[in-house]
């Protein structure tokens, strides 16, 4: 299993353009979320999904959309972007573990985004 | 809104020391919790985690972690460091009310010293 994959690794963008992270885990994994991590801040929920076609908004989603066509996929979408948005981005799944909620969550590598 | 606190941001040690990191929550219900780790230019993996049963949970290389309910702590430990485990620490609260995402704590940035 590949577990959690994104890409790009880095990416720079003017303000103003827009962009698509990808996202995509081959675990079968019914929860999927989008975090970012700035320093100082440890890592903000911005959207999650907890199957396909159910996606939620997390504690920092403004200027992101997403959308969950599959069970593999949960792309991030940045409508415009802006200097705020510099950060690095993490992508993670997990699965339900018996009565007590999700489990763990699994990790992407992460993309750097700087935007200028 | 849910709150995770780890009260240090970073931890100079040097090898064989003694390590203890805090980290409390504010949810006054069921909760899981959790340690991850992210060394220098990873993603976050996962050291141990802890839903129910003994408060005192063993993780991966060495790592320990006791949950004390009274304190709302989660507090990671290890008996001896080793330059390795140079990184940083994050401490994440899920609450069991169906709310599926992880709260974070700010996270504590180890330095091991040879």
């Known amino acids: 299993n590949a577990g959690v994959t994104q890409t790009p690794k880095f990416q720079v963008l003017k303000t103003g353009q827009s962009m698509t992270l990808q996202c995509a885990q081959d675990?079968?994994?019914?929860?999927m979320s989008w975090y970012r991590q700035d320093p100082g801040m440890g890592l903000r929920l911005i959207h999650y999904?907890?199957?396909?076609?159910?996606?939620d908004q997390g504690e920092v989603p403004n200027g992101y959309n997403v959308s969950r066509s599959t069970t593999e996929d949960f792309p991030l979408r940045l409508l415009s972007a802006a200097p705020s948005q510099t950060s690095v981005y993490f992508c993670?799944?997990?699965?339900?573990?018996?009565?007590?909620?999700?489990?763990?969550?699994?990790f992407g590598p992460g993309t750097r985004l700087t935007v200028l | 809104a849910q709150s995770v606190s780890q009260h240090n941001h970073h931890v100079i040690l040097s090898e064989a020391a003694s390590l203890e990191l805090g980290c409390n929550y504010s949810?006054?219900?069921?909760?899981?919790l959790f340690w991850y780790v992210q060394y220098p230019g990873q993603h976050l993996q996962l050291l141990l985690k802890?839903?129910?049963?003994?408060?005192l949970v063993k993780g991966i290389k060495g790592f320990e972690a006791e949950f004390i309910k009274s304190k709302f702590s989660f507090n990671l430990r290890k008996p001896s460091v080793q330059w390795s485990d140079t990184a940083e620490y994050f401490c994440?609260?899920?609450?069991?009310?169906?709310?599926?995402?992880?709260?974070f704590g700010s996270g504590t940035r180890l330095q091991v010293q040879p």
């Open positions: 802890y839903f129910s049963g003994d408060p």
């Open positions: 999904s907890v199957g396909a076609g159910i996606t």
């Open positions: 994440a609260v899920n609450e069991d009310t169906g709310r599926r995402a992880l709260t």
């Open positions: 949810y006054g219900g069921t909760v899981n």
């Open positions: 993670a799944s997990s699965y339900k573990f018996g009565g007590q909620g999700y489990n763990e969550q699994f």
């Open positions: 675990m079968n994994h019914e929860y």
